[in-house]
């Protein structure tokens, strides 16, 4: 369903010192129809950016984005716009996704009213996706204000199935929640995953959360992905050190990212790798299939079978 390569996104910063920062850096995947992928990752490693250059919400600076077989990164925004509804994204906060002026009815209805649906059918229509994601009849009129966040990010889930998507961006869908909430919305989401037949790509930082949620999983680390593999293989089978640190210390500092993202002939995790040899300063790993649909970009692949306490 989703084909993605070579895409970047470039940034230029500083005022006096200009510093060309790679937010997403030549970053290669693909999603088929149906599964969950996950994209796992420290704070500021680029993982949202990622999100909303697939959906075209921020504009890549190079690469290719092919959804359905339409490769969307050359289109003009008229002929996007036929394809929009069917792409969807779920934001980390809920509260500055709804608009505070309106109630959660008008809000989920706003998609609805530039679409062909009949006018007649609008609150129909709005009645039957407030129960699907577990809402109230009563909870139409009210405004954001007064809800809780779990209710809020449910009136977005709602927004987002609006207009019947196939692929579903979901940016860390529950990191504003409560941890009691989490669970609702997450276990919420896979059921309407399943019943709508939607493909999802799932954002987080937490791991636990990916093995939840997801089929398959990118690792990725200063707006590279260093390792692509099944649940399965990145809880059992890790190769890359950055996948084998986040699993044994769960270590987030987005403090590594900096200008160094920029450099173009060492590879990303360089500076703080335990397997680094002379090749990795001069010579960038690309993503190299190790096992079957298990890939790593490493020169220096140690697999490390993780054994679980039950």
């Not at 230029?12 to 149906?34: E, L, M, P, Q, Y």
């Not at 697939?54 to 036929?82: A, H, M, Q």
């Not at 449910?154 to 929640?177: M, Q, Y």
Request: aromatic share 6%; net charge negative.
């Amino acid at each position: 369903m989703l084909k993605v390569s070579g895409l970047k996104k470039t940034y230029i910063t500083g005022t006096f010192h200009k510093c060309r920062v790679h937010a997403v850096n030549d970053v290669s995947f693909h999603i088929t129809k149906g599964q969950t992928f996950g994209i796992v990752g420290e704070s500021g490693c680029g993982k949202s950016t990622l999100g909303k250059c697939v959906l075209r919400l921020t504009e890549p600076t190079e690469g290719k984005i092919i959804f359905n077989g339409t490769e969307i990164t050359s289109l003009d925004k008229e002929s996007l716009r036929s394809i929009r509804p069917k792409m969807q994204m779920i934001f980390q906060d809920p509260d500055s996704s709804l608009n505070p002026r309106k109630t959660l009815g008008q809000s989920i209805a706003e998609p609805l009213k530039i679409s062909e649906i009949e006018t007649g059918r609008i609150s129909e229509k709005v009645e039957e996706l407030v129960r699907h994601v577990g809402l109230l009849p009563e909870h139409i009129d009210r405004y954001p204000h007064q809800l809780s966040g779990g209710q809020n990010q449910r009136a977005v889930l709602a927004r987002a199935l609006a207009l019947e998507p196939v692929f579903i961006v979901a940016d860390e869908p529950t990191a504003s929640l409560d941890v009691s909430v989490q669970a609702q919305i997450l276990n919420l989401l896979k059921d309407l995953k399943h019943e709508y037949g939607l493909t999802m790509l799932f954002i987080s930082h937490d791991l636990e959360l990916m093995r939840h949620m997801c089929d398959r999983i990118a690792v990725m680390y200063m707006g590279k992905i260093v390792e692509i593999a099944s649940v399965e293989n990145i809880f059992h089978s890790p190769m890359h050190p950055f996948t084998r640190l986040l699993l044994n210390e769960n270590e987030n500092d987005s403090e590594e990212i900096s200008c160094a993202s920029g450099i173009s002939n060492i590879c990303c995790y360089y500076n703080n790798c335990p397997l680094k040899t002379g090749k990795c300063a001069h010579d960038i790993p690309y993503l190299t299939e190790h096992m079957q649909e298990h890939f790593v970009a490493c020169h220096n692949i140690k697999s490390m079978h993780i054994i679980e306490n039950d």
